[in-house]
């Protein structure tokens, strides 16, 4: 555990920026964090938490500590006839905890294969695919306060999840590092595929009795198909939040695009997808230099090898008039922009 000065964070974000930060250090405890926390130089600095750097475009170097999570370890640490509570460390691969969960054949989180980043990261934005959302697993999280090092355990109700958003997105940003999760999983497995293309490649997959295996292994395949590799190709998944806008303005927009796609949040809110909107406005597939839109899906920016985080971040700008010129729907970026 040692301060390194002018640190190279390309390997660290997914997008590839060649961006650096004043001081970076790995943590791989709690009590390696709070001795961080202590010292004078990362006490006065500005702080950024990495886990994956998935969810993340850098713009510009960063004039602060960079702290990275590697705390690892997966447990038991409850379980009664139906549920079994999985602690994890906010260091450990999501995906790799999903893995572990199927192993233990706990079903919760097969819906959530293959989404990038760490455990840490998860609860921050509630993060979501195919008609589930972490909330609907979570038991609990155990977070290092930045300024006092004190560990506080949050439950649900204190984590104030909604869509893509948590208590650490608003009014505690910054304040809190996650140490730890706990998640409520499921021994008795009810499945969710209705969302998306799930039911369609279990088909072609010819499962007739899907297990969460089947489940996470169509999820795995599909997300595949639609989304480029930032091993292969910068990006950070989907860049931008599914717009929710009101059942009068959605009845509005039908009537001039009769195939707008939609999915009913409430009697009064609808929810559209961002992609379509993007695509109709032109931009899937589209090149500018050595960054664009992804041809097989519009929600997902790219750099290509090259592109500087600030040419991504116009470009999401140009994206965002261009939707809301032409459907009156301002779309939120789901990535953090720095």
Not at 153 to 166: I, L, N, V, W
Not at 197 to 208: D, G, H, K, R, S
Not at 315 to 336: M, T
Request: aromatic letters at 8%.
């Amino acid at each position: 555990m040692e301060l390194q000065k002018n640190y190279p964070l390309k390997s660290h974000n997914t997008f590839g920026m060649e961006v650096t930060a004043r001081l970076f250090a790995r943590f791989a405890s709690v009590q390696e964090l709070q001795e961080l926390l202590q010292m004078p130089e990362v006490k006065q600095a500005e702080k950024l938490v990495l886990g994956g750097g998935s969810n993340l475009l850098l713009t510009q170097d960063f004039d602060g500590v960079v702290l990275q999570n590697g705390i690892k370890g997966i447990e038991t640490v409850a379980e009664t006839e139906q549920q079994v509570y999985l602690k994890a460390g906010g260091g450990e691969v999501w995906h790799e905890f999903v893995q572990y969960a199927l192993q233990q054949n706990l079903g919760g989180v097969e819906n959530l294969s293959l989404i990038p980043g760490s455990v840490g990261a998860a609860p921050l934005q509630n993060i979501g695919a195919y008609g589930v959302e972490l909330k609907d697993v979570f038991h609990e999280l155990e977070a290092v306060h930045m300024v006092t090092g004190e560990v506080r355990t949050f439950d649900g109700a204190a984590c104030k999840f909604g869509y893509r958003e948590s208590v650490f997105k608003n009014e505690l940003k910054g304040q809190y590092i996650v140490s730890h999760v706990t998640f409520r999983l499921h021994r008795e497995h009810s499945l969710n595929t209705s969302y998306g293309a799930i039911t369609t490649t279990l088909q072609e997959m010819q499962v007739q009795q899907p297990r969460i295996q089947d489940v996470s292994a169509a999820v795995c395949h599909i997300r595949q198909s639609k989304l480029p590799d930032p091993k292969e190709i910068g990006n950070a998944g989907s860049f931008f939040k599914n717009p929710e806008i009101s059942t009068e303005q959605f009845d509005q927009l039908q009537q001039e695009y009769p195939a707008i796609p939609s999915y009913p949040i409430s009697e009064t809110t609808v929810k559209v997808p961002a992609g379509w909107l993007i695509e109709q406005c032109g931009w899937k597939g589209k090149v500018i230099q050595n960054y664009g839109v992804h041809k097989n899906q519009a929600l997902v920016l790219v750099n290509y090898g090259g592109a500087s985080g600030a040419h991504i971040r116009q470009l999401a700008y140009d994206i965002i008039q261009s939707v809301e010129d032409k459907f009156g729907i301002r779309l939120h970026p789901e990535v953090n922009i720095l």
